[in-house]
């Protein structure tokens, strides 16, 4: 948790933050709640290694040489939240505003009382099919909208999959969202998870699409059923000894599952789905086996988990 986090009761706007709820090295995000007493959440743009918390609570460069770059970061936060606020989806976060202050930029987003995916594979490891088929054919669908925007998330992992009360997922984090392009050679910086970020998201000239997301759902779903984040594909890249997931996890799986995983995990971007729907027609939820009993834990996902990113 970030140690420059704004103290509680401090008033930004029309927001009094109530505490903070987590962050990461480019923000943190707090419970807050409005002027009608609404509880929020409050993601303050605040990269720890370019800006500290001056006395009156204002976030400033560390030094001369990167005022720039906060400067500019600060614009690409903006472009986030404007984005994000256009994106209407059940399954992606909702951004209600966003707006200028302590100078820096603020996202204000709808709270909902939930647990992100990977706090859920911590507790229980190696989830179940029903679990899988309710959870990511609804978010490969809120997917869809971003790619039909021409955008790219550049970051789904289970810490940016927000559960809510019985399973419903959220797409959480946009701040690697990108316009599609024919190349990474013009993109001013990049999150790169390992395990997560496909091979053409590590070279600066890589070929990028929504090839490259789906790679991301499928590493998702693989530390769904293995408890674990996979090998980095630039690892694979150089040697694969990653085994097959039709092969590792058949004894718990159904087979278009297991071959699903494994196709949106091709290291080669052409040998993936190239898009969502491609993905989606072997992911379709009402193809439960008869064997599987539901995840009774989808429903026991308690309304007092804290919404965090991991």
Known sequence: MNNLSLPAGTQVDQYTVQRTLGGGGFSVVYLALDAQGTEVVLKEYLPSKLATRAPDLSVAPIDDATAERLAH???????????????????????????????????????????????????????????????????????????????????????????????????LDFGAVHEMMHSRRHQASQVLTPGFAPIEQLDPSGYLGPWSDIYAIGATLRTCMAGQTPPSSKERFEHDTMRPAAELYRRRYSGDLLRAVDW?????????????????????????????????????LAGSFSWIKG
Do not use: W
Request: net charge neutral.
């Open 73 to 171: 970061g600060r614009r690409l936060f903006f472009q986030e939240a404007s984005t994000l606020a256009q994106l209407k989806h059940p399954n992606i976060v909702d951004v209600t505003s966003c707006f200028r202050a302590n100078g820096t930029v603020y996202m204000v987003m709808t709270y909902m009382p939930g647990h992100n995916l990977q706090h859920y594979i911590k507790r229980r490891k190696g989830l179940s099919e029903t679990f899988l088929r309710t959870v990511f054919p609804p978010l490969l669908e809120g997917l869809k909208v971003i790619h039909s925007r021409g955008l790219l998330h550049l970051d789904i992992k289970p810490g940016n999959i927000h559960l809510r009360q019985g399973g419903s997922p959220l797409l």
């Open 264 to 300: 949106a995990m091709e290291v080669d971007p052409m040998l993936r789905p190239q898009n969502v729907d491609e993905l989606l027609e072997v992911l379709p939820v009402d193809t439960l086996p008869q064997t599987e009993e539901p995840d009774t834990m989808l429903g026991r």
